[in-house]
Nanobody, 120 residues
Framework: QVQLVESGGGLVQPGGSLRLSCAAS????????MGWYRQAPGKQRELVAS???????NYAVSAKGRFTISRDNAKNTVFLRMNSLKPEDTAVYYC??????????????WGQGTQVTVSS
């Protein structure tokens, strides 16, 4: 059974930084693209950033210049470094990964979400 487990969320003041981590575990054969999404109260879930296995990245306009996505393929982990945080970044952040596993074949997986709150 494949799982994505996120960590690193919390409360931070405007202008502060956080680093989110998401580790995939289970009978994994390979992982393709990984990404971070977020969902604020009353809003739809939106893409924040994504990264291919080879390291190509894509960012939402709101994240460019402030957030950096990276991954460690050896550890099946993806990170999101968030700088210059704003109150409008407050949301539940979800990890997503395209995973090929022994039991389920190729499947899109989601983490349980981690709360990020930006407030003074």
């Amino acid at each position: 059974q494949v799982q994505l487990v996120e960590s690193g969320g919390g409360l931070v003041q405007p202008g502060g930084s956080l680093r989110l981590s998401c580790a995939a575990s289970g009978r994994i054969l390979s992982i393709g693209a990984m990404g971070w999404y977020r969902q604020a109260p009353g809003k739809q879930r939106e893409l924040v950033a994504s990264i291919t296995r080879g390291g190509s990245t894509n960012y939402a306009v709101s994240a460019k210049g402030r957030f950096t996505i990276s991954r460690d393929n050896a550890k099946n982990t993806v990170f999101l470094r968030m700088n210059s945080l704003k109150p409008e970044d407050t949301a539940v952040y979800y990890c997503n990964a395209d995973i090929v596993s022994q039991l389920a074949g190729r499947t899109d997986y989601w983490g349980q979400g981690t709360q990020v709150t930006v407030s003074s």
